[in-house]
């Protein structure tokens, strides 16, 4: 009798960013758990640990994985692929112990994305020529480790990264030697149920269940979605027991390729990856339009040393790109939108009949909501979480925007290739048989004696850049889709500022523009409702 | 990354800190003559003092008209006219004496004498003058955007296989744009 504990099986994507949304990482920037070894930032939670981004001391970026719970099958699994190589597997370079007898694996630092959020923006799959790209890489990697005698066994978009074009395989935590998994009568948690082959649930089982996770993952790549979903995990489980895929989705040409991979006995699968990765090479090769798709001008990998599996063919960020600049140009569209009806509903309803502020309230809200969202949607996504830079870059174009704000406002900017006779009068050194008195009065505004209306402007706006968080309300992944308490937190902070501006139209101008600032970044940017799985105990039982 | 941001701030703020303080409307009081004192006359001092308004508002557009600044679109009025540009509430000046009517009432008023009143009427005429800039700057950017956009959306759709003709049509309609926008300029 074989038991399957559903609690590790249910840690599938979603799940795990829900987990990642509600804990909150032990370490620290700036800690150093382990000698040499200064953590930067947390970059994921797993069902095994926590990884964190950390530099030595000599400077190598690498990730640190601090091994938690299921603290022997981590080990276990690592210690098989400590010395493995493959341009297609992230590198593990060490196991350490903490003063506390914590372990630590230190990891290659994966800069670029990870498939699962590739996938998560698009929905209905990618190019056909570019997911069997992805698959040559991920070919590679899994050959490399069965090659070594390793079935991964948790393969899962997860766990699979794309950087600089080429893809990275990680997560070598279920790892495990061919020859153990032939034990029968143990309890064994293997892998993430969308990807699970059938026989796991026999305990008799071999690099088969890479190929079928394999087949998975491009069935997913084609379509965008896994073959089987359900409510439960065990649902999942006895579709990839007894159901047949939905083939009807993916391009007729792949269809022979998938039969093969999702076949429910292991036997009548494709025999290596090799086997499989082959028969993807025939399809696109027999394809005229996806074989002369334009190819991604990126310096291929270096040569393996096996030429069994047909080099991979390095691919392009170009979707990536696209992608972001797309859900960019689309953010940027809408906030000009909205900003235009908050100011046209504002004006209307508090203007009191003037139209005055119509203009430079419009100009200002759509300059600061650009000035927000721009950068925090171009920042990596590995770097979501507060940071000085990120505080700092804020503010300084919050410098801008108090500036932008300035002119729009009419008045002249001093600058040294300009003409500033006219100005004279206005410089203290320069004005002769003028009474400071006098010259005082024309250089600060009248309601406000202690700054120059420049350093009024941009310490205003640039503080409001400076203490809020703002990139919170644009991140796709945020609790809520709008805030209310968020628009309180800006009206809050603009109001307290208030007294950096020197006059009542000012003031008006400052605090509505950021006020509507607050409204525009939530609305405009999209927005992803989590998915919450309810992990609930589940035990299938076998026989 | 960190340095250059840091470096950037620190210069931002001596640069505002240092340059001369002089981010307030173009002082034109010294080149332009302004008008110094606004007469009205009338039966009641009432109405002499309206008059005087009336002249006051009336210098003040010959003024702005001779600076080519459009009085459509700033909308100085004899309320802002009195609010703003005219020193106090005036003062009674000597009757006029008419030949067989009563004697009219004068109303004097001065103009404020600190230019300030001038310089606010050439911000508020830059003012708009940019705003109507970055509506052009902006409707400019809204269209590039929305070009980008469906270009992206598009290719996307169709599974990057037209990627090269929508490029070609994408660059064509923007040249269209450019080329028709220079045509009617």
């Known amino acids: ?543 | 990354m960190m340095r250059s941001i840091l470096g950037i701030s620190a210069l931002t703020i001596i640069w505002v800190f240092c340059t001369p303080l002089s981010a307030q409307p173009r002082e034109l009081a010294n080149k332009v003559k302004l008008p110094r004192e606004a007469i009205g006359a009338g039966e009641t001092s009432e109405k002499a003092r309206v008059h005087a308004v009336k002249n006051a508002h009336d210098q003040v557009v010959k003024l702005m008209m001779a600076h080519n600044i459009d009085n459509e679109n700033l909308k100085i009025d004899e309320a802002y006219v009195e609010k703003h540009v005219l020193e106090n509430d005036g003062r009674s000046g000597e009757d006029i004496q008419l030949e067989n009517q009563d004697p009219l009432k004068q109303w004097v008023y001065n103009f404020r004498t600190d230019g300030a009143w001038w310089n606010e009427i050439v911000r508020q005429d830059r003012s708009v003058e940019r705003s109507a800039l970055m509506a052009r700057i902006m409707t400019g950017l809204s269209i590039l955007l929305l070009a980008g956009f469906g270009y992206i959306r598009l290719d996307e759709y169709t599974n990057r296989r037209f990627t090269t003709f929508l490029r070609v049509t994408g660059a064509i309609l923007v040249g269209a744009a450019v080329a028709g926008w220079w045509m009617i300029r």
């Not at chain 1, 249910?10 to 700036?30: C, P, Q, V, W």
């Not at chain 1, 025939?282 to 339009?289: D, F, K, L, T």
């Not at chain 1, 140009?329 to 003037?354: D, E, P, Q, Y």
């Open chain 1, 1 to 543: 009798m074989q038991r399957l504990s559903s609690s590790a099986i249910a840690h599938d994507t979603r799940a795990l960013n829900e987990e990642e949304s509600i804990m909150k990482f032990t370490y620290r920037s700036g800690q150093q758990p382990l000698t040499g070894y200064t953590i930067k930032r947390g970059i994921g939670l797993g069902g095994f640990g926590e990884v964190y981004f950390a530099v030595t001391d000599g400077g190598k970026e690498v990730a640190l994985k601090w091994i938690r719970a299921n603290h022997d099958i981590e080990m276990r699994g690592v210690q098989q692929c400590l010395n493995i190589k493959h341009t297609n597997l992230v590198h593990l370079y060490d196991v350490r112990e903490d003063k506390d007898g914590c372990h630590w694996l230190v990891m290659e630092y994966v800069a670029g994305e990870p498939l699962s959020t590739i996938l998560s923006r698009h929905p209905n799959g990618v190019a056909p020529e570019l997911a069997a790209q992805w698959f040559q890489g991920l070919a590679q990697a899994i050959h490399c480790l069965h090659e070594h005698g390793i079935v991964h066994r948790d393969l899962k978009p997860g766990n699979i990264f794309l950087e600089n074009g080429l893809i990275k395989v990680g997560d070598y935590g279920l790892c495990k030697f061919i020859a153990d998994s032939h034990h029968a009568g143990m309890t064994k948690d293997v892998g993430t149920v969308h990807y699970m082959a059938p026989e796991i649930s026999t305990g008799n089982y071999n690099r088969q269940i890479d190929i079928y996770a394999a087949g998975i993952l491009l069935y997913e790549m084609l379509t965008g979605h896994v073959p089987f979903e359900g409510e439960s995990a065990g649902e999942i489980l006895m579709k990839h027991l007894t159901a047949p895929p939905d083939l009807t989705k993916v391009p007729k040409e792949f269809k022979p390729v998938l039969e093969k991979a999702l076949e429910k006995n292991p036997a009548n699968r494709y025999q290596s990856i090799t086997e499989m990765a082959k028969a993807v090479t025939a399809v696109i090769n027999g394809n005229e339009q996806w074989r002369n798709a334009p190819a991604p001008a990126l310096t291929p990998p270096p040569k393996q040393a096996n030429p069994e599996i047909p080099m991979a063919i390095p691919v392009t960020p170009t979707m990536v790109f696209q992608q972001r600049w797309s859900d960019l140009t689309g953010t940027l569209l809408w906030s000009v939108m909205i900003a235009a009806v908050l100011a046209v509903g504002w004006t209307l309803f508090f203007g009191g009949g003037s139209y005055k502020n119509l203009t430079p309230l419009f100009f200002l809200t759509v300059a600061a909501s650009w000035c927000v969202l721009i950068p925090n949607k171009l920042w990596l996504p590995s770097a979501q979480e507060e940071s000085w830079t990120r505080r700092l870059l804020q503010m300084t174009l919050g410098f801008g925007v108090g500036v932008f704000a300035l002119w729009l406002e009419g008045y002249e900017m001093p600058m040294p290739w300009t003409d500033n006779a006219e100005l004279a009068v206005l410089k203290p050194w320069q004005a002769n048989g003028v009474a400071p008195e006098s010259w005082l009065k024309t250089i600060y505004p009248s309601e406000n004696t202690s700054m120059p209306m420049l350093a009024c402007f941009i310490s205003y706006f640039g503080l409001m850049f400076l203490v809020l968080r703002w990139w919170k309300t644009t991140e796709t992944n945020r609790s809520k889709r709008f805030s209310l308490l968020s628009v309180f937190a800006v009206g809050l902070w603009a109001y307290v500022l208030l007294f950096l501006l020197p006059n009542a139209h000012h003031r008006e101008l400052g605090f509505v523009s950021l006020l509507l600032t607050g409204v525009v970044c939530q609305v405009s940017s999209p927005w992803k409702e989590k998915v919450v799985i309810r992990k609930k105990k589940m035990r299938l039982a076998v026989a």
